[in-house]
């Protein structure tokens, strides 16, 4: 079935410093990729919707610069925190849905990315 | 607004069934989906339903209710592993997903 992959699983970084999160779809071409946050016993927070070759939409409340998504390839998006500061520590998820389905039907999940910010 | 509401926590016996809730007010419906989630883990696609009824896959079963916004999810002989949070979301007219709190599952044996 398809997979998607993120990494990395875990990271611990110094504030000021930027992180990087791969995500990538390994048997299918994902066209959109949704990155998510979700803060302890909190749900899913949707941060940004990446679709290849354009410019991702972000939620309202999201910072631009703060948190960059590149989709380069229809394999690979990426989600940057720059500049990260402590309450930037969160679980962050990827999800690309399957292509083909109608109505995006369902979307499965990289294995998410712990931030910590120290 | 748009809102899901599911219970924050349930307890349940290990060999039991156990009946999570969920209901809906969102902008729009194209089908409700129930997710599992162990601590700090990726939530795993457990079921969707779009039409109104049950859905049955093995120990779990899903049930929608379009007219009453309404869901649940029902899991049959209870294991230890089964102890985590079950989150339900909905994807509206435009096609996002609809997250509720999730509910956390305890199995006691």
């Known amino acids: 079935g398809a997979v998607v992959s993120q990494h990395p699983s875990r990271v611990i970084c110094k504030s000021g410093t930027s992180v990087k999160i791969e995500c990538r779809s390994l048997?299918?071409?994902?066209?959109?990729m949704f990155w998510y946050r979700q803060f302890p016993k909190q749900s899913l927070m949707l941060m940004a919707t990446?679709?290849?070759?354009?410019?991702?939409?972000?939620e309202q409340g999201v910072e631009k610069d703060k948190f960059l998504i590149n989709h380069a390839s229809l394999t690979l998006s990426t989600l940057t925190v720059t500049s990260a500061h402590p309450e930037d520590s969160s679980f962050y998820i990827c999800?690309?849905?399957?292509?083909?389905?109608?109505?995006?039907?369902?979307?499965?999940f990289g294995q998410g990315t712990r931030l910590t910010v120290v | 607004g748009q809102n899901i509401d599911q219970p924050t926590e349930m307890t349940a016996t290990e060999g039991a069934i156990v009946q999570i809730n969920c209901t809906y007010q969102?902008?729009?419906?194209?089908?409700l989906f129930w997710y599992q989630q162990h601590a700090g883990e990726a939530p795993t696609f457990l079921s969707y339903?779009?039409l109104d009824g049950l859905e049955e896959k093995g120990r779990f079963s899903s049930f929608l209710s379009r007219s009453k916004g309404y869901s649940y999810l029902l899991l049959k002989e209870l294991q230890m592993k089964d102890s985590a949070s079950y989150l339900c979301?909905?994807?509206?007219?435009?096609?996002?997903?609809?997250w509720g709190a999730g509910t956390k599952l305890i199995i006691k044996p």
């Open positions: 999800s690309a849905p399957i292509p083909g389905q109608d109505s995006n039907t369902e979307a499965f």
């Open positions: 048997d299918f071409q994902a066209t959109t």
């Open positions: 990446s679709n290849e070759g354009s410019k991702a939409t972000y």
């Open positions: 969102t902008s729009g419906f194209n089908g």
């Open positions: 339903n779009v």
């Open positions: 979301a909905v994807m509206d007219s435009n096609y996002q997903l609809i």
